[in-house]
């Protein structure tokens, strides 16, 4: 579904991404795990053209992305995602947003898209606050907003950026639990995210990104059970015992 | 005191004429320097240099001269290029086209400070270009540019005392006719002030009214 082929990317004379192959198959739940700094928020950014890469090749499907090319559009209306700071509109209404991709961008009948939103509001627990503006939102609220306004889009596959990293603690289970429920009706999802617990349970695979290279991939269970490699054993250490 | 109430009821009749003039050079101006200034903003933060450039270009020309010259040149100028324009015609056009280029500044700095989030949000569900900016940057850009657009509004009011130069007869002007004709300066130019102020306060506590309604609904 999503295939990098050798990807390359530098902002100037830093080298992020120093040639990646990963392939994440229909229905599959892969997380990138790593280190700040690691690329691998950049990696996700470039599989819907928000960055550019400079060499190889990532596909969606069969169409090449391309972030100057006409065809982008078409690939982000076909690949969703999810934003760490949610980046809702603030001056339309929850429901608004979720309606605002399918019908502006996709030119659907709005009774259709809005009895859609709807459904899609409640099933993230929000029926209550269809009419709700973004600031009368919690962290978690806004971000399970974002996650129906990027299912609206009927995508084939979700990219998470860091979902829960700007959520206070007690908002972090609320956002996983629907994602974990997007899981089980296999939807393809690429995840970067810190949330070791999360990705253990949930993902397929997990690839480990140090330094712009993948160190480290497989299961993710036994990736993150019984790591291989020393960086991603000392990072595992990190992340689940930080003091 | 009691001079100064009989006299400005002699006066207040002329000056309200010009009070009219100023108003309506004042609104009209508005008028045709607010869509091109969002012109000018939208060519300028198009990303297409061919567009920007020469906007850009445009736009720091004529912030670059006084008012007072742009007058003249189009009072004086255009009319040896064949361009014949009565005094009010060209003072509308003068202030019109050097507000044009500060409301053009106005709202490309307002649209430049849409968080860069909402700009990715927009892209992320395949809005091109020109839909992301009718539907995610320009409603929340004009929020922004909100005061700094209406101080430009109250910067004009006052300017529109500058097509004096030209002989439009508005409110600064009648005041130095009769000034000159009675020589009771104090109270003239005090009424002139006074007339200015009965226009500009109002403006500003609508304005700040507008703001604290929109802040709200943030």
Redesign the interface.
């Known amino acids: 579904m999503i295939r990098f082929e050798n990807v390359h990317k530098s902002f100037g004379q830093h080298e992020v991404l120093k040639g990646i192959d990963a392939e994440i198959g229909k229905g599959e739940v892969v997380c990138l795990i790593g280190p700040s700094g690691s690329g691998k928020s950049t990696l996700l950014r470039c599989v819907n053209g928000l960055e550019t890469y400079q060499k190889g090749r990532i596909t969606v499907g069969d169409t090449v992305v391309d972030a100057a090319g006409r065809s982008i559009h078409d690939i982000r209306t076909r690949v969703s995602m999810v934003f760490q700071r949610f980046n809702l509109f603030p001056n339309r209404t929850a429901l608004e947003n979720v309606m605002e991709g399918p019908l502006f961008v996709l030119g659907e009948r709005r009774a259709e898209v809005r009895a859609r939103a709807e459904a899609l509001l409640t099933r993230v627990g929000l029926a209550a606050k269809i009419d709700a503006y973004p600031n009368s939102l919690s962290g978690g609220q806004q971000q399970r907003v974002a996650i129906a306004r990027a299912l609206a889009m009927r995508p084939e596959a979700i990219l998470f950026d860091e979902p829960t990293s700007a959520l206070d603690p007690e908002m972090v289970g609320e956002v996983l639990q629907v994602m974990r429920s997007l899981a089980e009706e296999h939807m393809t999802m690429l995840v970067v995210t810190h949330e070791i617990h999360f990705a253990r349970e949930v993902a397929d695979s997990v690839l480990f990104l140090d330094g712009g290279t993948i160190v480290e991939r497989g299961p993710a269970k036994e990736v993150l059970r019984h790591p291989k490699h020393e960086r991603t054993q000392d990072f595992l250490r990190r992340v689940t015992h930080p003091v | 005191m009691a001079s100064f109430i009989a006299q400005s009821s002699e006066y207040l009749p002329i000056l309200l004429k010009g009070l009219w003039l100023t108003i309506a050079v004042t609104v009209l101006a508005l008028c045709l320097s607010t869509v091109p200034g969002l012109t000018w903003a939208l060519l300028r933060t198009s990303g297409v240099p061919a567009l920007a450039t020469p906007t850009r270009i445009f736009v720091e020309l004529v912030r670059g001269i006084p008012i007072l010259v742009i007058l003249f040149y189009i009072y004086f100028v255009m009319p040896e290029i064949g361009l014949d324009l009565t005094a009010f015609q060209a003072g509308v056009i003068g202030l019109a086209l050097t507000y044009s280029c500060y409301i053009g500044e106005t709202f490309r700095a307002g649209i430049e400070a849409v968080?860069r989030?909402?700009i990715?949000?927009a892209?992320?569900?395949?809005?091109?270009r020109p839909?992301m900016m009718r539907?995610?940057i320009l409603?929340?850009a004009f929020?922004i540019v909100l005061p700094p657009y209406a101080n430009n509004l109250v910067m004009l009011l006052k300017d529109s005392s500058q097509v004096s130069v030209i002989s439009v007869a508005e409110l600064t002007m009648q005041g130095k006719m009769l000034a000159s004709s009675t020589f009771n300066n104090t109270t003239i130019f005090t009424l002139v002030a006074l007339l200015y102020l009965c226009l500009t306060i109002p403006l500003n506590l609508l304005m700040r009214q507008l703001e604290l309604k929109l802040g709200k609904?943030?």
């Open positions: 968080d989030g909402q990715e949000a892209k992320s569900i395949g809005m091109k839909l539907r995610v409603p929340q929020r609904a943030r």
